[in-house]
């Protein structure tokens, strides 16, 4: 009996599928706009720029007062490539499929996973402002339970909520909750996919990709204060210091809360804030996330920051770690993969996408060395669309 080789169009969605399953964070953020990206007749380039929803000024009295409406836009660039090399002859497609699978596409696509997670992750967080702050306290069900009220806070909607855990994390988590759980699916979930269970109103899962970050020189007590009255926007002026905050690190203004987002009205809260470039020894200014707005449709603080108000940083101090676990809402984030053009002329060249993760695979012959070479490829990109929906959680122990 003749061989039936495998084809190109299979290996390449069973890629598509391993992927989309290995994937803990990628299958848990916003994926719509992958569509947008190489429309034949309208391409858009490599960024797509997202709308925000409008924000609006509540009027209390009869008389109308219309206020111009400026809308936000975020840049979802679709810039990184990443991808695994390998080879493989007539032979090895003449096996079935699940063989295949098991000895060259898991391996390859299981690397191809975890490196773009990693890089995913690696640059959303250092976009998320609100932390949870366990410092010097072990893990517990509760630090989950105060990431949901500050996404409740925020207005994020009550599904598609996910918490991603790093390992230390998820053990306790686990033995916190080790008896809420007792669906057979569940139990299979949590095994095979990495996904606990769901609880607090989170999809609650585990990787090993979350990393943790490592702050500045300043101590929690920075000793900065900033320097100059009423001020607001994404850059503060700061008394000059002598020691570093990093992209990521987490600080509050004294004096400065957070209002809710839709009555404007003090929540008494201190807004946190992420540093979004590295301040070096004596910095005279601090660049910030989300920008200073005291007023207006956009207002997110109860008052600009007054001069000399004091500069704490949230979490790790002084050259400290800040654990990595997230929890987040759905439209929190956007991961997008794009087509890469196939070349013509090569022994085999296809793409197919999966719940929209697209990869691509080219073998082509190598007549000097007489291998099949082949290379699976992603053309990928993401953005942090409303990172106040989406929270760190820190915990020491």
């Not at 070096?280 to 603080?301: D, E, F, R």
């Not at 949230?314 to 890469?340: H, Q």
């Not at 695979?361 to 990172?387: E, Q, S």
Request: charged share 20%.
């Amino acid at each position: 009996m003749a061989n039936t080789l495998l084809t190109v169009s299979q290996i390449t969605r069973k890629a598509a599928m391993t992927l989309h399953q290995k994937s803990t964070l990628l299958r848990s953020v916003n994926r719509q706009y992958d569509s947008e990206f190489g429309k034949s007749g309208g391409k858009i380039g490599d960024t797509l720029r997202v709308r925000m929803p409008n924000q609006y000024t509540y009027r209390s009295t009869m008389t109308y007062s219309a206020v111009d409406v400026a809308e936000d836009k975020v840049d979802l660039p679709v810039s990184t490539v990443g991808g695994v090399d390998m080879q493989f002859t007539s032979l090895d497609l003449a096996l079935s499929l699940d063989d295949f699978t098991e000895r060259f596409i898991e391996p390859a696509v299981s690397v191809i996973a975890a490196n773009v997670e990693s890089t995913f992750f690696t640059n959303m967080y250092k976009k998320v402002y609100n932390v949870v702050d366990g410092d010097a306290a072990s893990f517990a069900f509760s630090h989950l339970n105060s990431a949901r009220q500050v996404l409740t806070d925020n207005l994020a909607p009550s599904a598609k909520r996910y918490a991603v855990l790093n390992t230390s994390h998820a053990t306790k988590f686990m033995n916190d909750t080790k008896g809420l759980f007792h669906s057979a699916s569940n139990i299979q979930d949590q095994y095979e996919d990495g996904i606990i269970g769901r609880t607090a109103g989170f999809d609650v899962m585990e990787s090993t990709i979350i990393s943790d970050h490592t702050s500045g020189t300043a101590a929690k007590t920075t000793g900065y204060l900033s320097n100059g009255a009423t001020q607001s926007g994404s850059t503060i002026t700061v008394d000059t210091g002598t020691t570093t905050f990093l992209v990521g690190d987490v600080i509050t203004f004294n004096g400065v809360f957070r209002v809710h987002p839709e009555t404007k009205v003090s929540t008494g809260v201190l807004q946190q804030f992420v540093v979004t470039a590295n301040s070096g020894s004596s910095a005279t200014s601090l660049a910030i996330s989300p920008a200073v707005v005291a007023s207006g449709s956009k207002q997110n603080v109860s008052n600009a920051i007054a001069d000399n108000s004091a500069i704490v940083k949230v979490g790790a101090g002084a050259s400290e770690l800040l654990n990595g676990s997230l929890a987040f809402y759905r439209d929190a984030f956007a991961f997008v993969t794009a087509d890469l053009p196939m070349p013509k002329g090569t022994d085999m060249a296809a793409s197919s996408t999966y719940d929209g993760i697209t990869i691509s695979l080219v073998r082509d012959f190598d007549i000097a060395t007489r291998d099949f070479k082949t290379r699976l490829d992603i053309l990928y990109g993401f953005a942090a669309l409303r990172p106040q929906l989406a929270c760190r959680i820190h915990a020491d122990g």
